[in-house]
């Protein structure tokens, strides 16, 4: 689809330049244009040649002539589902969506990967609990990862051992600058790339200088290469980031085939290029889509947002889309939180990366960060709010940003900074320090602390309680002087899994019924795979396996074992795969007590991770599953109120409700939610049995405050796999929640499978 592969890359930066001088003119004439997505629905003639035609005449409609809409168009989507996207006046967008043929015209917006530069880390193996699962090594199953691209040459994209391609693989190998047909493999089986709307919404790639990039599926940012390898990265023993956290990487379904879809530049997805990425995805094949990215919060609508109509049209291909919530770390913050899509939170591993700062006066400051680098000796320690420039007061210098330190204060000094908000950027001060001369950096940071942070001189995070013995040295030593030690790895800590603390929360703002985020999975301190010419974000070395935090990380592995799932239940539906996952997560952490949330382990909710921590191995073999199929959903939406018109605005055609359909709380989601719940409430769902023989399952149900449940029937009893039983959860509350949610759980155990779904409710009346 992309115009600009298979060209010498000569031609391509001459091609590059005409698109630019092009765009530039237009620009001048017409500056109110912005880039839309003209969604028009189902369609069944894949790649038709007669698509695009009828897509430029369209467009000519509101543009005055085939030439002016040749001009306009970016993209057509023609295999899944039919639409294009185009440059446009609003007023013509509004012509156009008013158009018969046309369902809805919005915006392309701009999504975002779900790390960041600055939540860098250093290296160790991958997760522990994998090594143990069963691998087929002819696995035939495709992930789709949408994403930066990838570095083929890693060792986690070796092919060896794996089978051919399989057949029913429709992809490609879209060469492009510094990737040819080669870099394609039995692992990386497909790539492509889109650029032309990131390009259109945020300029040519060549004005991001001197950031590095390539002009096709090649990872220059690592984020990619990262996620690809943690759902399916080949077995490489002895991994190290510079010796650190030495171990086996891997991912998490090494047999499972990668199809590369490159939708993300410099951080940033637009929503054209990553819907025209999804569109070719579902008509490749893919089994299963990765994407680590996602909108601002707050996400306010299904109907007219990208990835969500995406990921409706892979969801009813049978295609699970596995999405990251986001790192955005508060309340009614998750985004990709459409019931189609299964929304990953983050949590920690039971792994920690110490580097201590060692005082003049023997005393040992417990510091973390991802730090190689070694001290030689000591060095002084200074202040940064102590080291102000003239007119910049002793607060603002404390964050250690540009353009505030007096260089000859902190030169050959620690330099001791602070942070101003969540979001700083914290490699960036290290970057200050050095170039006012600083030889290290302590941070301090009680809520970032467990992230490892990776900086271009010797530098740690340390919380509340260091700080103030740090500070009450440096005030009672004349010379202060201190050393940071390099990172040592601990293993086996405790407690973990923790909610890491930028992972984003639910309530899902759209429909509070539905819980949100679903689980959540490792995205603290990952390592895997990198890209060498992404030196940005690894303290200026170049690296081929990187540490690094964020709902980008914890989505792949869920992606992956929603993988090792499809390869054992090739026939499962999405939802299926969803419900295995979610009944089977765990709520605990290692020393048995309900999962908390970093920094200080303080209480959560389903609301930070859904039904759980996910626990691969039970996964395979839930016992029963809740299935849902795209009418359910369709119902579920009537539920809420949707009209026709935005059901056509998500799904394409024009679909009516029932007149009166099910309550959205009946919705066989493997969740149970009642967001306005007046007195009593009895909600129903259905499971699917898939097990050996006969077996009764009992429900046990954890109350939550101030509401009675009964459970009827309370004993299933199956006979065969496949065999489907209905049954109601009858809520009673006794106690208005007050605007808050209750939680508890519904739990099904034949004894030897644990089938748990959360329970959140929020009583408004009784
Ligand atoms: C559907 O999309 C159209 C065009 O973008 C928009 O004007 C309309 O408000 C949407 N309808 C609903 C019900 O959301
Ligand atoms: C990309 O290809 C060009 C031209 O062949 C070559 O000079 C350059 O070294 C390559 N870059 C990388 C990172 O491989
Ligand atoms: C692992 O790699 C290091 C070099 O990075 C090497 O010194 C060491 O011997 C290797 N260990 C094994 C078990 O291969
Ligand atoms: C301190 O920083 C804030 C935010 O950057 C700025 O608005 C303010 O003017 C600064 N104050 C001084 C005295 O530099
Ligand atoms: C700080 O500002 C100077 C110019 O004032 C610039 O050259 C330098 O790159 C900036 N450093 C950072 C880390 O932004
Ligand atoms: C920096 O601090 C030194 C030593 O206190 C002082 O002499 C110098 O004037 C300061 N520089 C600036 C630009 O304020
Ligand atoms: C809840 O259960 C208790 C004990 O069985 C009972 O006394 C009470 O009436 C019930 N409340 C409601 C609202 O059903
Ligand atoms: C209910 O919430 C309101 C406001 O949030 C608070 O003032 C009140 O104390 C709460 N009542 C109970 C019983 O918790």
């Given at each position: 689809?992309?115009?600009?592969?298979?060209?010498?890359?000569?031609?391509?930066?001459?091609?590059?330049?005409?698109?630019?001088?092009?765009?530039?003119?237009?620009?001048?004439?017409?500056?109110?244009?912005?880039?839309?997505?003209?969604?028009?629905?189902?369609?069944?003639?894949?790649?038709?040649?007669?698509?695009?035609?009828?897509?430029?005449?369209?467009?000519?409609?509101?543009?005055?002539?085939?030439?002016?809409?040749?001009?306009?168009?970016?993209?057509?989507?023609?295999?899944?589902?039919?639409?294009?996207?185009?440059?446009?006046?609003?007023?013509?967008?509004?012509?156009?969506?008013?158009?018969?043929?046309?369902?809805?015209?919005?915006?392309?917006?701009?999504?975002?990967?779900?790390?960041?530069?600055?939540?860098?880390?250093?290296?160790?193996?991958?997760?522990?609990?994998?090594?143990?699962?069963?691998?087929?090594?002819?696995?035939?199953?495709?992930?789709?990862?949408?994403?930066?691209?990838?570095?083929?040459?890693?060792?986690?994209?070796?092919?060896?051992?794996?089978?051919?391609?399989?057949?029913?693989?429709?992809?490609?190998?879209?060469?492009?600058?510094?990737?040819?047909?080669?870099?394609?493999?039995?692992?990386?089986?497909?790539?492509?790339?889109?650029?032309?709307?990131?390009?259109?919404?945020?300029?040519?790639?060549?004005?991001?200088?001197?950031?590095?990039?390539?002009?096709?599926?090649?990872?220059?940012?690592?984020?990619?290469?990262?996620?690809?390898?943690?759902?399916?990265?080949?077995?490489?023993?002895?991994?190290?980031?510079?010796?650190?956290?030495?171990?086996?990487?891997?991912?998490?379904?090494?047999?499972?085939?990668?199809?590369?879809?490159?939708?993300?530049?410099?951080?940033?997805?637009?929503?054209?290029?990553?819907?025209?990425?999804?569109?070719?995805?579902?008509?490749?094949?893919?089994?299963?889509?990765?994407?680590?990215?996602?909108?601002?919060?707050?996400?306010?609508?299904?109907?007219?947002?990208?990835?969500?109509?995406?990921?409706?049209?892979?969801?009813?291909?049978?295609?699970?889309?596995?999405?990251?919530?986001?790192?955005?770390?508060?309340?009614?913050?998750?985004?990709?939180?459409?019931?189609?899509?299964?929304?990953?939170?983050?949590?920690?591993?039971?792994?920690?990366?110490?580097?201590?700062?060692?005082?003049?006066?023997?005393?040992?400051?417990?510091?973390?960060?991802?730090?190689?680098?070694?001290?030689?000796?000591?060095?002084?320690?200074?202040?940064?709010?102590?080291?102000?420039?003239?007119?910049?007061?002793?607060?603002?210098?404390?964050?250690?940003?540009?353009?505030?330190?007096?260089?000859?204060?902190?030169?050959?000094?620690?330099?001791?900074?602070?942070?101003?908000?969540?979001?700083?950027?914290?490699?960036?001060?290290?970057?200050?320090?050095?170039?006012?001369?600083?030889?290290?950096?302590?941070?301090?940071?009680?809520?970032?602390?467990?992230?490892?942070?990776?900086?271009?001189?010797?530098?740690?995070?340390?919380?509340?309680?260091?700080?103030?013995?740090?500070?009450?040295?440096?005030?009672?030593?004349?010379?202060?002087?201190?050393?940071?030690?390099?990172?040592?790895?601990?293993?086996?800590?405790?407690?973990?899994?923790?909610?890491?603390?930028?992972?984003?929360?639910?309530?899902?703002?759209?429909?509070?019924?539905?819980?949100?985020?679903?689980?959540?999975?490792?995205?603290?301190?990952?390592?895997?795979?990198?890209?060498?010419?992404?030196?940005?974000?690894?303290?200026?070395?170049?690296?081929?396996?990187?540490?690094?935090?964020?709902?980008?990380?914890?989505?792949?592995?869920?992606?992956?074992?929603?993988?090792?799932?499809?390869?054992?239940q090739?026939?499962w539906?999405?939802?299926a795969?969803?419900?295995a996952?979610?009944?089977?997560?765990?709520?605990?952490?290692?020393?048995?007590?309900?999962?908390?949330?970093?920094?200080?382990?303080?209480?959560?909710?389903?609301?930070?991770?859904?039904?759980?921590?996910?626990?691969?191995?039970?996964?395979?073999d839930p016992g029963l599953v809740?299935?849902?199929?795209?009418?359910?959903?369709?119902?579920?939406?009537?539920?809420?109120?949707?009209?026709?018109?935005?059901?056509?605005?998500?799904?394409?055609?024009?679909?009516?409700?029932?007149?009166?359909?099910?309550?959205?709380?009946?919705?066989?989601?493997?969740?149970?939610?009642?967001?306005?719940?007046?007195?009593?409430?009895?909600?129903?769902?259905?499971?699917t049995y898939y097990g050996k023989?006969?077996?009764?399952?009992?429900?046990?149900?954890?109350?939550?405050?101030?509401?009675?449940?009964?459970?009827?029937?309370?004993?299933?009893?199956?006979?065969?796999t496949g065999?489907?039983?209905?049954?109601?959860?009858?809520?009673?509350?006794?106690?208005?929640?007050?605007?808050?949610?209750?939680?508890?759980?519904?739990?099904?155990?034949?004894?030897?499978?644990?089938?748990?779904?959360?329970?959140?409710?929020?009583?408004?009346?009784?």
């Amino acid at each position: 689809m992309p115009a600009l592969p298979n060209k010498p890359y000569t031609l391509t930066r001459v091609l590059t330049l005409l698109i630019f001088i092009a765009f530039s003119l237009a620009h001048g004439a017409t500056a109110n244009k912005k880039h839309y997505i003209v969604y028009m629905g189902h369609h069944s003639h894949p790649n038709s040649e007669s698509v695009i035609r009828a897509n430029h005449e369209i467009l000519a409609s509101v543009t005055g002539s085939i030439v002016g809409a040749h001009d306009a168009a970016l993209y057509h989507y023609s295999k899944t589902f039919q639409g294009f996207s185009a440059r446009l006046t609003p007023e013509q967008a509004q012509q156009l969506a008013e158009s018969d043929s046309v369902v809805s015209v919005f915006e392309s917006k701009t999504n975002r990967l779900s790390t960041t530069h600055s939540w860098d880390f250093l290296g160790l193996d991958s997760i522990p609990q994998y090594n143990q699962m069963p691998m087929d090594s002819k696995s035939n199953v495709i992930v789709g990862v949408i994403d930066t691209g990838v570095w083929p040459e890693s060792e986690s994209f070796s092919d060896k051992g794996l089978g051919p391609v399989p057949e029913k693989f429709k992809g490609e190998c879209v060469t492009g600058e510094n990737f040819t047909l080669a870099n394609c493999n039995r692992k990386i089986i497909g790539s492509r790339f889109y650029v032309q709307g990131f390009e259109v919404e945020k300029g040519p790639l060549e004005s991001f200088a001197p950031l590095p990039f390539f002009r096709s599926a090649r990872d220059s940012d690592g984020h990619g290469s990262h996620t690809g390898s943690t759902i399916a990265g080949s077995v490489v023993p002895n991994a190290s980031f510079f010796g650190m956290a030495r171990g086996t990487a891997r991912g998490g379904a090494p047999s499972t085939r990668l199809a590369i879809y490159k939708a993300c530049w410099f951080n940033l997805c637009s929503d054209a290029d990553v819907l025209s990425a999804m569109d070719d995805a579902i008509y490749d094949g893919v089994d299963i889509l990765s994407l680590s990215l996602g909108p601002d919060p707050p996400q306010p609508t299904y109907f007219e947002n990208a990835i969500s109509i995406g990921a409706f049209h892979a969801f009813h291909r049978g295609i699970l889309v596995s999405a990251s919530a986001g790192n955005s770390g508060f309340p009614s913050t998750a985004c990709n939180v459409a019931p189609w899509i299964l929304t990953v939170a983050a949590s920690t591993l039971d792994r920690e990366f110490h580097s201590n700062v060692y005082l003049g006066n023997s005393r040992i400051l417990k510091g973390s960060s991802l730090n190689p680098l070694k001290m030689e000796r000591s060095y002084g320690l200074i202040a940064a709010s102590a080291a102000a420039l003239p007119e910049v007061t002793a607060k603002n210098a404390s964050f250690c940003k540009n353009n505030t330190l007096n260089a000859s204060l902190i030169k050959g000094k620690i330099v001791v900074c602070t942070f101003e908000t969540f979001t700083d950027n914290r490699r960036d001060k290290s970057i200050v320090v050095r170039q006012g001369g600083g030889v290290g950096m302590i941070l301090v940071d009680p809520f970032l602390k467990d992230v490892g942070f990776q900086f271009v001189i010797p530098g740690t995070l340390i919380g509340q309680e260091e700080a103030q013995e740090l500070q009450e040295y440096m005030t009672t030593e004349t010379n202060p002087v201190a050393i940071i030690s390099p990172t040592i790895t601990f293993l086996k800590t405790k407690p973990a899994p923790e909610m890491a603390v930028f992972s984003s929360m639910g309530p899902n703002i759209i429909t509070p019924d539905i819980i949100k985020p679903d689980v959540t999975g490792p995205g603290v301190n990952v390592l895997a795979a990198w890209s060498p010419a992404a030196t940005a974000a690894t303290a200026e070395m170049s690296v081929n396996y990187n540490i690094i935090s964020g709902t980008s990380m914890s989505c792949p592995h869920v992606s992956a074992v929603a993988a090792i799932l499809k390869s054992y239940q090739p026939s499962w539906s999405p939802a299926a795969i969803m419900s295995a996952i979610m009944t089977t997560a765990t709520v605990l952490d290692n020393s048995r007590r309900t999962i908390g949330r970093d920094p200080n382990g303080t209480p959560t909710t389903p609301f930070d991770y859904g039904s759980g921590h996910i626990n691969p191995a039970a996964a395979i073999d839930p016992g029963l599953v809740y299935d849902f199929d795209s009418h359910d959903i369709i119902n579920f939406l009537c539920s809420t109120g949707a009209s026709p018109l935005q059901l056509k605005n998500l799904t394409g055609s024009l679909v009516y409700c029932q007149k009166s359909p099910a309550p959205s709380y009946n919705f066989n989601y493997p969740s149970i939610g009642v967001s306005k719940m007046n007195g009593r409430v009895s909600v129903h769902r259905t499971v699917t049995y898939y097990g050996k023989g006969s077996t009764v399952y009992v429900a046990n149900v954890d109350y939550p405050a101030g509401v009675n449940v009964t459970v009827a029937p309370s004993k299933l009893k199956f006979t065969k796999t496949g065999e489907k039983m209905s049954f109601r959860v009858d809520f009673a509350a006794f106690k208005n929640s007050n605007g808050s949610f209750v939680f508890g759980a519904l739990t099904w155990s034949n004894g030897i499978q644990k089938v748990r779904s959360p329970i959140g409710l929020n009583v408004i009346s009784v």
